[in-house]
Every structure is written in structure tokens, then in C-alpha cells.
């Protein structure tokens, strides 16, 4: 059994989404609704990643704050992302460049929580990987 390092510890799920098993899988609807399910080895290894970045709080804040504003728009469910079961997005309501001044204030909210850096990893390679999924279904 191998060790993991510190970093791989560091981009550990969140309790609240370590029951999300299910291998990614995706389909269209006739509605133009994409089905993705979490694929949570890959979430995992995109916050691993994330993780190595050399950014600061701030910056991982950021960047959160940008991945959900590029879907908030684009989730069939409201603009809430809901972690269990596969999430339900229109892949042509995705905002690519969300606005900076909507990115700082949901910069400024995420701030104030306090969230930690390491949901901060997890929840960014949630986007990312669900942005990733919807646009390769839009094409």
C-alpha cells in the first residue's frame, strides 16, 4: 500500500461529497439538458493538481468564484450545484467569462465563510471537471 504525500492528503474530498462513486457519464436530452455523473477519482486528481498550483487563498477564491459563475447559468436544477446525483446543465446557457465584478462579490462571499483551501481545490475541480464534460457534449 503506498503513502500518500501531504499534497495528494491535501486534496482529499470533502466529507459531504465522498459518497459521489459513480463513473462519469453523460447524455443529451432532447430539451438540450446534459446529464454529467461526478466521476470522483477524477475530481480527486484535478484538485490534486489544483492543490500543486502556486497560488495564494485569494487567488483559489477566485478562481472558484469564476468556475461558478461560469455554470450557475446553466444548471437545470436553479442556480445551486447539488453534488449528489449526476448534475443536470444546458451546455448553451455556460457563461465562458463571467463578469469580474459578479466574480468578486461571490470572491467576497466565499471569503467571509472561510472556506478551507482544500474544499477550495475539491470544489474548483468539481466545476472544472462539469464545465469540461458540458462543453465536449455541446459540440
Do not use: C
Not at 469580474?100 to 470572491?107: T, V
Amino acid at each position: 500500500m503506498s503513502k500518500k504525500t501531504t499534497a495528494e492528503k491535501s486534496a482529499r474530498k470533502p466529507n459531504a461529497q465522498a459518497k459521489v462513486k459513480a463513473p462519469a457519464s453523460k447524455s443529451l436530452s432532447a430539451t438540450g439538458v446534459v446529464s454529467i455523473s461526478l466521476d470522483s477519482d477524477a475530481i480527486q486528481k484535478l484538485a490534486f493538481e489544483t492543490s500543486q498550483l502556486p497560488k495564494s487563498y485569494d487567488d483559489f477564491v477566485w478562481i472558484f468564484a469564476e468556475s461558478e459563475l461560469r455554470l450557475r447559468p446553466a444548471y437545470a436544477t436553479g442556480n445551486n450545484f447539488k453534488p449528489e446525483g449526476p448534475v443536470q446543465v444546458y451546455p448553451a446557457k455556460i457563461v465562458d467569462k463571467p463578469k469580474d465584478s459578479a466574480i468578486k462579490q461571490l470572491a467576497e462571499q466565499m471569503a467571509s465563510q472561510g472556506t478551507s483551501v482544500q474544499d477550495l481545490h475539491w470544489f474548483i475541480a468539481q466545476r472544472n471537471f462539469i464545465y469540461k464534460e458540458a462543453k465536449a457534449m455541446k459540440k
